[in-house]
Each structure stands twice: as C-alpha cells, then as structure tokens.
C-alpha cells in the first residue's frame, strides 16, 4: 500500500524559506510522477510542482518558478519541495502526490502540511 507522509511545514515571515518533504513508501517508485499541490483557505487545490522519478524532469506552476525547487532522492525514497522567497499568498495546506507517469490522475495523496506565511 503506497504511502505518502508531507513534514516540514510551518509558520515564516514573508521573504523566507521552507523545505517540505515527503517520504514515499509501499513499492518501488520506478515509472511515477510525484507532484505538490497545495490548497488554500476556500480556493481549490492547485498544481504546485512535478517531478518524474527515472529522469527527475520538473515542472512547476508560474506562481513559483524561479521560487520553488522540487527534488527527489531516489536512495531514500523522498521527495523535496524547497520553497524560497516565500509570500503571504504561498500560505496553504500542501500536499504530495504520486502518479504512474502515463496516466493523467494522480493516484496517491498525503495528509498534506500547513505552510503558513506571515506578512
């Protein structure tokens, strides 16, 4: 049974940094898609970042690029989300993801962690 467990999530001023992660387990992650979205106070969930596990290919929202950097750590089954520069409206529960590549939906979710960023 796959299992996706988000931490790092917390309270920062605006202008800082934060690193989420999420550790990954239940089978091998070979072929998967890993994504973060996040989910703000009465607004939907968006798409925040991907990244594909053999060839680490990324791809982020336009509200984070330049910002954010997803990664992964294939020894150790993780996936990180290092989020600089924060601002106010990053604020949001965020949440890990994983998809088998080919297929649109993702399959597997985290509890999720709050990110919240203070002005």
């Known amino acids: 049974q796959v299992q996706l467990v988000e931490s790092g999530g917390g309270l920062v001023q605006a202008g800082g940094s934060l690193r989420l992660s999420c550790a990954a387990s239940?089978?091998?992650?070979?072929?998967?898609?890993m994504g973060w979205f996040r989910q703000a106070p009465g607004k939907g969930r968006e798409f925040v970042a991907r990244i594909t596990w053999n060839s680490g290919s990324t791809l982020y929202a336009d509200s984070v690029k330049g910002r954010f950097t997803i990664s992964r750590d294939n020894a150790q089954n993780t996936v990180y989300l290092q989020m600089n520069s924060l601002k106010p409206e990053d604020t949001a529960v965020y949440y890990c993801?994983?998809?088998?590549?080919?297929?649109?939906?993702?399959?597997?979710w985290g509890q999720g962690t709050q990110v919240t960023v203070s002005s």
């Open positions: 239940g089978r091998t992650f070979t072929g998967y898609t």
């Open positions: 993801a994983a998809k088998s590549s080919p297929v649109r939906d993702y399959a597997y």
